[in-house]
């Protein structure tokens, strides 16, 4: 079992930036690949960013490409986003999530975090 819980949401202006964390506890961190998920209201959960267990490769959708940055501290059991150039589009809530690969994780997450709220205003 691994436990996720993520951190660092709040209400920001369009253009701004906000720095999310996840500290991950229970079985070895490093060995999963990590990533991060949001699902705004009225819509589905949508796939984010993820990071290899080594943080040597990452992934992002589209919508974010050039703004948020995935990174993982693996002495800390951590894993960031930093995103910046918010849009208000970007308001979700955003979820820490755990799998054993990035094959599987940008569909089926083994572990998800509780959730944290980002709000962009324009």
């Known amino acids: 079992q691994v436990q996720l819980v993520g951190s660092g949401g709040g209400l920001v202006q369009a253009g701004d930036s906000l720095r999310l964390s996840c500290a991950a506890s229970g079985r070895t961190f490093s060995v999963y690949a990590m990533g991060w998920f949001r699902q705004a209201p009225g819509k589905e959960r949508e796939f984010v960013a993820a990071i290899s267990w080594g943080g040597g490769i990452r992934d992002y959708a589209d919508s974010v490409k050039g703004r948020f940055t995935i990174s993982r501290d693996n002495a800390k059991n951590a894993v960031y986003l930093q995103m910046n150039s918010l849009k208000p589009d970007d308001t979700a809530v955003y979820y820490c999530?755990?799998?054993?690969?990035?094959?599987?994780?940008?569909?089926?997450?083994?572990?998800w975090g509780q959730g944290t709220q980002v709000t962009v205003s324009s």
């Open positions: 999530v755990a799998a054993p690969n990035l094959v599987t994780i940008a569909t089926t997450p083994s572990y």
